[in-house]
């Protein structure tokens, strides 16, 4: 039995944390900068819900393969989230630089792609856990957030093919549109 639990205990020990904020939860409020279209903008979490749900997705560099298609995809769909009443915002530990090049080119000025410090990180629990040039990245992790603050739905995959569709879906079940 010592055995077992020992097993146990050391292969819970060892596993990944989940790395999301559950259905129902407060999603932490945030002030950052971002860049649409290469222009420099302030990104206040609880303003953009003032019009409606928010899609925050979380991405782990610009400039990379799944990061770039993911941006891409969000771009080719964003009128489909306005029309159901979403704001689309990306998100990652990218400086605002690199964000503001990212922004005019993967997102075709479409949405507001931010930089989320180490608090941003933490409150949604989306750390990755290793680094890209030097700094750490995040989870890809797709947010529905409601216009009450409160997460509607996640969906965490590495792989970036469907968070577009899951988010969209999530958002039209919220709003009825």
């Given at each position: 039995?010592?055995?077992?639990?020992?097993?146990?205990?050391?292969?819970?020990?060892?596993?990944?944390?989940?790395?999301?904020?559950?259905?129902?939860?407060?999603?932490?409020?945030?002030?950052?900068?971002?860049?649409?279209?290469?222009?420099?903008?302030?990104?206040?979490?609880?303003?953009?819900?003032?019009?409606?749900?928010?899609?925050?997705?979380?991405?782990?560099?610009?400039?990379t393969?799944?990061?770039?298609?993911?941006?891409?995809?969000f771009?080719?769909?964003?009128?489909?989230?306005?029309?159901?009443?979403?704001?689309?915002?990306?998100?990652?530990?990218?400086?605002?630089?690199?964000?503001?090049?990212?922004?005019?080119?993967?997102?075709?000025?479409?949405?507001?792609?931010?930089?989320?410090?180490?608090?941003?990180?933490?409150?949604?629990?989306?750390?990755?856990?290793?680094?890209?040039?030097?700094?750490?990245?995040?989870s890809?992790?797709?947010?529905?957030?409601?216009?009450?603050?409160?997460?509607?739905?996640?969906?965490?995959?590495?792989?970036?093919?469907?968070?577009?569709?899951?988010?969209?879906?999530?958002?039209?079940?919220?709003?009825?549109?």
């Amino acid at each position: 039995m010592r055995r077992l639990l020992a097993a146990v205990t050391a292969l819970t020990l060892a596993a990944p944390a989940a790395a999301t904020l559950a259905p129902g939860a407060k999603a932490p409020d945030f002030s950052t900068r971002g860049a649409i279209a290469g222009k420099v903008v302030p990104v206040r979490l609880s303003e953009q819900l003032k019009r409606g749900p928010v899609v925050l997705y979380f991405f782990p560099a610009a400039f990379t393969g799944g990061c770039n298609a993911e941006a891409r995809a969000f771009a080719e769909k964003v009128d489909a989230f306005r029309a159901a009443g979403a704001t689309v915002i990306g998100m990652s530990a990218d400086n605002v630089p690199d964000l503001q090049r990212f922004s005019s080119t993967e997102c075709a000025g479409k949405f507001a792609v931010a930089s989320a410090g180490p608090k941003v990180v933490a409150g949604y629990d989306v750390a990755l856990g290793k680094q890209i040039k030097g700094r750490q990245v995040t989870s890809r992790t797709s947010y529905v957030i409601g216009r009450d603050g409160r997460i509607a739905s996640v969906w965490s995959d590495m792989n970036p093919a469907e968070h577009v569709t899951r988010s969209l879906d999530a958002v039209r079940r919220l709003t009825g549109r």
